[in-house]
């Protein structure tokens, strides 16, 4: 699979466009005065502890206050109140020595919030996921810092080898090293992007987060909530640590400044890929030069068409997101069986891609095609398990229900990402509704007879095509023009013009300038 990142600046801020095999799959866009991202850490304060919910409600500088619930307090709570405590009020010179923290017991998975957030204090906290619709950012206590092989997390010593590293051989190698070059007081997850990678890579990856958590602790002293501590890096830089493998073969960008940070990111941790970023100045938008502004504008929308003339419609709710998949003109052989099965393999690849692309999380409810045989249905749903294999977004498929139905929960991270596709009408400014011929017939006839008794002998009425026919259409007894010639005297010329609106017209004198009326 190739893969290219297409990332177009703007004023405003960054549009960065994944594409797989020349398709686009996923697009963000990033503000340049974003805030509350997801990975962004702030220094809260409790304002409210909510029993009945088992959560709280924090201030972060947002305008609604923040949620956080137990589940999202992690084990180590208590160690991060009392670390958050330590840094904000430590004056040491050489600052707090992280090594020699005395890390307290865990809390219990069962226990409630007055519990442990008893008195409001103040809490390092990390955007788990971003403001969406009327609620304010998600919390979580379980601090995680991501690096390009390695996540860091303080106040546990545990390490965790990515189960996508299928190799036993490979998962205890990763294990025994990580082991014996971690940082004290700190927890290691091992991500699959490390595979294959030897000591001096992971040890260089982990001194740069364990950096991470020195500033952490620096930007907290004598820090008053609500503050950010550390934001998360910009999208561009954090798709690259995410996503980059051998399978990219190009990353262009229209910006010097993010060529730049691509180029230098690049050469650092894939010298050998350095050449696959490019910078673009051939004067056209860079989204148009790669096909990008196309695919969006076919992506989005309620009804989504497939390559064999099979459609797909998706309607959003409060509660959730349904999909109806439809064949339209699509047949493969006599057997309807066999179409439907066809049919909904073709959908479920562009279902998968669709929520991948618009970012649709929350429940998701595909009404495929009837198909009647048991084994159709489980073909269909191995297939869709694989086709959301590449979504980084947590998730789960579902068997086909006795209804036809197939359920799909994924992770909500942020706002679904919706673009208009569909333009107010110029004609009737979004109404529906339009003068009648009639109308502006009499309109037209109006204007000619005042303008006959201010002495203009000749007329041009320029109009739409459909128009101009219908003025014009017949010999002399339909002909609309040479019956108002012959009635108020002037001598009128209707003339055709493809720019006009389907309603529009305008008259102009014998020396081609236009009347205003």
């Known amino acids: 699979m190739n893969k290219e990142l297409i990332i177009h600046s703007t004023p405003t801020g960054v549009e960065i466009a994944l594409l797989e095999d020349k398709k686009l799959v996923e697009l963000h866009s990033e503000k340049n005065d974003a805030r509350f991202a997801v990975g962004d850490l702030y220094l809260g304060k409790v304002k409210k502890l909510i029993p009945g919910l088992n959560a709280a409600f924090v201030d972060v500088g947002y305008e609604k206050d923040a949620f956080l619930h137990y589940t999202d307090l992690s084990p180590y709570a208590r160690s991060l109140l009392k670390f958050t405590q330590l840094a904000i009020n430590d004056k040491t010179p050489g600052g707090l020595d992280f090594a020699t923290f005395s ?10 919030i007055n519990e442990v957030l008893n008195g409001k204090p103040n809490i390092l ?22 690096g390009r092989f390695v996540v860091l997390t303080p106040f546990n010593d545990i390490v965790a080898v990515s189960r996508k590293i299928h190799s036993s051989e490979e998962r205890k190698r990763l294990q025994r090293i990580v082991e014996s070059i971690k940082p004290k007081n700190f927890g290691v997850i091992v991500r699959t992007a490390a595979e294959g990678k030897n000591t001096a890579e992971l040890h260089e990856d982990l001194s740069e987060l364990a950096a991470m958590w020195a500033s952490i602790q620096n930007n907290l002293r ?59 100045q051939n004067g056209s938008p860079v989204f148009d030069a790669f096909g990008v502004t196309k695919q969006i504008k076919g992506s989005f929308g309620k009804t989504v068409n497939l390559q ?23 047949s493969v052989g006599n057997n309807q069986e066999i179409n439907a099965l066809e049919t909904n393999l073709e959908a479920a690849e562009e279902i998968a891609r669709q929520l991948r692309l618009r970012d649709i999380g929350g429940i998701i409810v595909v009404d495929f ?33 006795k209804f036809g139905l197939m359920q799909i929960t994924r992770q909500r991270m942020k706002p679904e990402m919706n673009i208009q596709t569909q333009e107010v009408c110029p004609t009737c400014n979004g109404t529906g509704k339009i003068s009648s011929t009639l109308l502006l017939e009499d309109e037209m006839e109006k204007n000619i007879a005042y303008l006959a008794t201010h002495n203009h002998k000749a007329l041009t009425i320029v109009t739409h095509p459909i128009l101009h026919a219908y003025l014009t259409k017949g010999w002399f007894w339909n002909n609309k023009a040479a019956k108002w010639k012959k009635k108020y005297g002037p001598k009128i010329t209707v003339t055709p013009d493809t720019g006009y609106h389907l309603t529009e017209f305008k008259f102009f004198d014998a020396n081609g300038d236009e009347i205003k009326l």
Request: with cysteine; aromatic share 4%.
């Open 308 to 330: 064999s003339g099979a459609y797909i419609i998706i309607e959003h709710t409060e509660a959730l997101h349904v999909i109806d998949v439809n064949s339209g003109y699509k």
């Open 222 to 280: 004598g820090a008053v909530p609500p503050t950010k501590i550390l934001s998360e890096q910009t999208k561009t830089a954090s798709i690259l640590r995410d996503l980059l493998n051998e399978d990219f073969n190009k990353i262009v960008t229209n910006d010097k400044n993010i060529y730049t940070e691509s180029k230098n990111y690049i050469q650092k941790v894939a010298p050998e890929k350095a050449e696959i970023v490019q910078f673009h």
């Open 125 to 146: 906290v990390q955007i788990l996921k971003e403001p969406i619709a009327a609620k304010g950012p998600r919390l979580s206590c379980e601090i995680s810092l991501p």
């Open 103 to 112: 890390v307290e017991p865990e809390i219990v998975k069962t226990g409630k």
């Open 369 to 401: 095609i009837d198909m009647k045989l048991p084994e159709h249905k489980k073909k269909l749903l191995e297939a869709m398990d694989g086709f959301m294999q590449t979504d980084r977004a947590k998730h789960a498929v579902l068997p086909i229900s």
